[in-house]
């Protein structure tokens, strides 16, 4: 479920993975790039909340 919630708000995923300050650092850098590149930069944050979900996943097993 967050991996799908991550393909549309990475910084909200991110927060659900247990990173809060990853989470308002990538908002405060997500909404200028969405806004200056025009969605361009968007894959990258998705791919970062994946990581950082995979990584939550593994960190506590």
Known sequence: ???I??????PLS???AGRPI???????VWIPAI??????TH????ILAWILIYEGRNRTA
């Open 1 to 3: 479920m967050n991996y």
């Open 14 to 16: 991110i927060l659900f």
């Open 22 to 28: 990853s989470a308002i650092i990538t908002f405060l």
């Open 35 to 40: 806004l200056l590149s025009g969605g361009l």
């Open 43 to 46: 894959p990258m944050f998705v």
């Open 5 to 10: 919630l991550a393909l549309l708000l990475p």
